[in-house]
Every structure is written in C-alpha cells, then in structure tokens.
C-alpha cells in the first residue's frame, strides 16, 4: 500500500521545486528547445514519419526476440576476445566490478555518466569499497568538484547561472585568478594528467548491434574517447534492452536519438567497438567487460502493454515537454527515471506500492505521447498504472475513506441538492485537490434539479 509517507515526500519536494523560479525557467526554456526542435522534424527530414516507423519496428522486433538478439551479441562478442558478464540487479552488478578492479588492483577508476551508471551508483560505491573515481563527464566532473547537488537529468549544469559554475570551479581547482579560458585549459590539463595514472574506465553504452556484437557509445564532449583512449580495462553497462538487431539500422537510431534530443542529424561522436585491442600499445582497452543489466526489466517485459516502454532510446524528449516535470523537476521522484519514464518504469524497477503514486502525477495531457520517435503512447502506460494501482488497491488509508465518502455524497441526491453541499465538499475534500488549486463549487441550482425542472418530473 502507498504510504502516506511517500506521497508526502514527492509533495513536499514538489512543492519546494515549484517555489525555485531559476530552476523552473530554466525548464521552461528546455520546452520550448524541445517544441522548436520537434516543429521543425518533418521539414528538417523529408521521410521522418518513414524513418520513425522503421526504428521502431526494428526495436519492437528487438524487444520480442531479446533473448535471441542478446545471446547472438553475446556469442560473437566474446569469440572476439571481449567478456560478457550478466547482472541481475545492482549489487550484482556492483560486487562484479568491484572483484574484477579488485582483482587486478586497481584503486582508482574514471566513469562516464550514464543513466545505466546511476542506476548502479558507481560513484557511491566505488569509494566505499576504497576505489576511487574521476567523474570525466562535465556535469559530474562539476558535481565531483564542487561537491554541489545538480538538478537536472539532462543538462544539469545549464540548471545553474554560468558565472556560479564557473566561479565554484575556479575556487575549487585553485584558479580563482584565470579567465574563462585558462579555466578550460586548467581543467583539461587536470583531466589528462589524471587519466595518465587510471588504468579503467566505466561508461554506459547506448546500443548493443547484434549481428556484428558491437558497442555503440555516443557523445558530445570527448570524455569517452578520452575514457576509451587512455584505460587499458573498460567496462561497460548496458540495460539488457539496448539492443539493435542489425547495423544496417544504427544509422537511423543515431538520427533519431541526436534529432529528439538536440536537433542535430547526428551526435557528435560515436563509437564502435566490437573487440578489445591485441596490441600492447593502442588506442582501444585491451580487456573489455560488457555487463548486461536486467534489474526488473524482465519485469517490465511480462507486461504485454509496459513492455512497449523497453522501446524508449533515452531521448529524453518526453520529460522535456511534460507539464508536470516542467514544475516539480527530478527530486519528487527519488529515482534515476523521472517524469513520464519514472512514472511508468520505477513501480516495477522498484517497490510498486512505494512509486505508483508517480502515474496520478500526470495531467494526460499526452504531449509525452506525440513527440516520443518511438511511438511509445506513454500516457496509455501511465493509465494501465493507475488500473494496477486500484486492482491492488494502492491507495493512502485516509484518501480510500475519504474516496468513499464523497462517493456515497455524490450519489445522494438530497444530499447534493443541499445549500451546504459546497460549504460540505470544501471543507472535507479540499486535500483531495491541492493547495494550489480551488475546490470547485456544484452549481446552483443542483444538475437534478434543474433535470427536474426541465423535464417536469416530480422529485423522489
Ligand atoms: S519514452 Fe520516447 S520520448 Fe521519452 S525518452 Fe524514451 S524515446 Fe524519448
């Protein structure tokens, strides 16, 4: 059951998100980003619908062979020397790249940001275990650095004014007398020197091909060139549904996901790795781990309907355009998924009683729905959480009784005939709607009778 305790939090960290006006107009100004990029789809490509429709029936095609499509990664990837390694939630996932490091004695660790990452907590449980990480993505170098709590999943460091990033880096690295630009070379300079004494790295993929059993990893910053050029073991995690039957379709992934997500044709890097390298001296990892995660999302894929959310290529483009996200930001959530995504996945990836409440904070207003490339319909899967939700009836104690109350009220014609029915309803439902909204009064003269005065009928 939904405790009053989790509703409360996702209420009381919404309501002090709504009351931080930088952040939300930073939001408001990634929707509009978000509208403008969508608008201009169908005239940026000449076939986009076309290209839509492909992509996603080669991921729905993926989805219902999985298994295949991941062993026959699995086989070709691993004939090529690379190591695949299954994980069945976080702390397996964890305790393996922990033996591995351990075991090759390696104390010290760069990562990558990924959604995949912070799935694992790698950066919290590394340093428990006495191993510690260089977070080389600029979002979490900045996080890593200045020791300050970000706030978006998606472009956190925009979030915050320019001039602050820039001051709280320069006063934690020492180079308070520098200008912009001598920052940036002092950061690089930092980086480098560091990646020359790190000998692994961990990053997150963001497709696996199967027929070639490659690695796809995309960026915009280098980091992960970097991360690949400069570590001789490289780890990867990858969410078992990240898989994409045929290179012969990366091309239109790529589009896709660099078009809904930056309004670009592609993203500015990607890599392919099908193999660690032979050679001593080289650019490529010679050892590579692929760590294939399923935490819950075999969950996920026993539901006929939410299964179609494996289809989901982390554009993040749903987020972006929902009303509700917009306002209350990632914090409610308390999970790596937030917004449309979170509301949907986090009651099967966790503790189903403890998130649904998530799927009520959503207006079905189906934005999500119209700009997902994937033709995921988001707001229908949402709706299905809801039903799961009342079929094992997880409501607050408090809000079934009341429920039920205004129910029986609402059905009682003398009762909502009465001149104190709103006097009534505001007084004891008004939670049921908000502070911030007004309870909204039943007209006078009631609907029955004005049904009656109309039609003449005599009341019961
Ligand atoms: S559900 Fe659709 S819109 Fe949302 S992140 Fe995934 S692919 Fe993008």
């Known amino acids: 059951m939904a405790t009053n305790d989790t509703v409360r939090n996702y209420l009381a960290e919404a309501k002090k998100n709504l009351k931080n006006q930088p952040l939300r107009s930073y939001r408001e100004g990634l929707y509009e980003h978000y509208r403008t990029v969508n608008n201009t789809l169908d005239t940026f490509f000449a076939q986009h619908k076309l290209l839509k429709d492909r992509v996603v029936f080669s991921k729905y095609n993926a989805i219902e062979k999985l298994e295949y499509y991941i062993r026959q990664f699995e086989f070709i990837f691993m004939r090529r020397g ?14 393996q790249i922990v033996n591995i490091l351990k075991s090759k004695g390696i104390n010290r660790i760069a990562t990558a940001n990924s959604k995949t990452l912070d799935e694992l907590q790698i950066t919290r449980i590394l340093p428990q275990n006495d191993i510690s990480c260089l977070s080389t ?3 979490a170098f900045y996080q890593q650095q200045t020791k300050t709590p970000t706030h978006s999943a998606h472009y956190p460091i925009l979030s915050t004014d320019f001039k602050a990033v820039a001051t709280a880096v320069q006063k934690s690295m020492d180079l308070q007398d520098k200008d912009i630009a001598e920052t940036i070379d002092g950061i690089k300079r930092y980086l480098l020197d560091q990646m020359n004494t790190i000998k692994a790295s961990i ?6 091909i199967s027929d070639i059993g490659g690695i796809i990893l995309c960026e915009n910053q280098g980091n992960i060139t970097m991360n690949i050029a400069f570590s001789d073991v490289l780890f990867v995690v990858c969410g078992i549904d990240k898989i994409v039957p045929k290179i012969d379709d990366l091309e239109r992934y790529l589009t896709l996901l660099s078009a809904h997500t930056s309004g670009t044709m592609l993203p500015w890097q990607t890599h392919i790795l099908t193999s660690p390298s032979r050679e001593e001296k080289s650019d490529i990892p010679r050892e590579i781990y692929v760590i294939l995660l399923d935490n819950k999302r075999s969950e996920v894929m026993k539901h006929v309907k939410q299964r179609q959310i494996l289809r989901c290529i982390r554009c993040g483009a749903c987020a972006a355009v929902c009303p509700v996200y917009r306002h209350v930001g990632d914090e409610p959530y308390r999970s790596v998924y937030a917004g ?3 509301a949907v996945v986090n009651p099967f990836m966790q503790n189903f009683e403890n998130t649904v409440h998530q799927a009520y904070a959503c207006t079905l207003c189906k934005q999500c729905t119209e700009v997902c490339p994937m033709n995921i319909p988001i707001h229908e899967l949402i709706l299905q959480n809801r039903q799961e939700a009342v079929k094992r009836e997880c409501y607050v104690t408090f809000d079934r009784t009341q429920i039920r109350r205004l129910r029986k009220m609402m059905l009682a014609r003398t009762a909502m005939d009465s001149t104190f029915n709103n006097f009534i309803l505001r007084n004891n439902f008004k939670h049921l709607v908000g502070d911030q909204r007004v309870f909204p009064n039943i007209g006078q003269p009631s609907f029955s009778e004005r049904y009656i005065e109309k039609y003449r009928l005599k009341s019961e």
Do not use: M, T
Not at 203 to 208: I, K, Q, S
């Open 137 to 139: 993505e600029c979002n």
């Open 82 to 95: 690379g190591k695949v390694l299954w994980a069945n939630d976080v702390q397996e996932a964890q305790s």
């Open 203 to 208: 990053v997150g993929a963001n497709f696996l």
């Open 340 to 342: 449309p995504i979170g």
